[in-house]
């Protein structure tokens, strides 16, 4: 599985003007970003930059399960995640997606997360990690299995425990091994680890051939 690093962020203040259909656009925005109300705006913001409109010109609904669509652009598959102070978005065409990011700054009952979400075998092997490895691998797997259930529009409702992963020795996610028969076969789904800043890990996933990846960190102006 790819690891992609701060490094391979561009740092930009505008969104491309052009969205190639064989790629996808993620950005990610660290400072004071970190609340719902301006998640919401700052969506409306990156959406605009590609629909070539006002924010508030930007129309949004929600699915069934509280994935937001673009109901005038159904071309466009896009998906946000916040956590800390950090904003994660992704955005193709024809491509439905998902992403997640989280912060190592906010500590979590690892452990007892684990055994209450993910599969047996994947608590196991976080429960054989160093005690202060055991935090960071816990949240990179977190972090995978989100983006591939929100790529799916259900979130976490769908059951984390009903995908799963090959980990390293360090309880590193190598590889989707098992999913669900209702979300295809596992070799059908990409999957891109993210660290797109010191103290925090991410993910990206779709289901779907390979795609070019671009990605940016806002500067702002």
Known sequence: MRCLSESEFLASRHAPVELDQGEIH???AAGAHGTSRIAGDWLRQRLAGYLGGAPAQVRLERGEHGK????DRPDLHFNLTHSGSALLFAIARSQ??????ETYARRRPALEL????FGAAEADALA?????RQQSAFLQLWSCKEAVVKALGRGIGFGLDRLAFDLDERGTPERLNVIDS???AAAEWQIVRLQPAPGYCGALAWRGPALRLRLFSLVDP
């Open 182 to 184: 209702s979300a295809g």
């Open 26 to 28: 993620v950005w990610f």
């Open 128 to 132: 054989l990690l160093d005690p202060a």
């Open 96 to 101: 439905p997606l998902g992403v997640d990011i």
């Open 114 to 117: 684990a055994r209450r979400f």
């Open 68 to 71: 937001p669509f673009l109901p």
